[in-house]
């Protein structure tokens, strides 16, 4: 979808990310090398596929027990269509 937004800014004369900011949600290898880069969140949905395999599989055995909240572990990934890439630059300094 994040691919899109940038396809139509571009179509609309916007810049990103002078004139709009795009994140993107899954981290695909696609971002790294968009223009401008895409600046994404990475997570595992292997770790949540199997974390919601278990609470159904949960669930199903006992229909009564107290819901389970799950926080899946998730990164940042910062680049260009963010605004935030040479702040990213010069941390890495």
């Known amino acids: 979808m994040a691919f899109g937004v940038l396809?139509?800014?571009q179509l609309a004369g916007?810049?990103?990310p002078d004139d709009l900011l795009v994140a993107a949600f899954d981290d695909v290898a696609?971002?790294?090398y968009s223009t401008?880069?895409?600046?994404?969140?990475a997570s595992s949905g292997e770790l949540a596929g199997?974390?919601?395999?278990?609470?159904?599989?949960r669930r199903l055995a006992e229909p009564y027990?107290?819901?389970?909240?799950i926080?899946?572990?998730s990164t940042l990934i910062p680049r260009a269509s963010c605004g935030c890439a040479a702040i990213t630059s010069q941390s890495r300094n």
Do not use: G, I
Not at 36 to 41: F, G
């Open 7 to 9: 396809e139509a800014a």
């Open 36 to 41: 401008p880069s895409l600046t994404s969140v």
């Open 14 to 16: 916007k810049r990103v």
């Open 50 to 57: 199997r974390e919601a395999a278990r609470l159904l599989l």
């Open 65 to 69: 027990a107290e819901p389970e909240r």
């Open 71 to 73: 926080l899946v572990p």
């Open 30 to 32: 696609e971002a790294r």
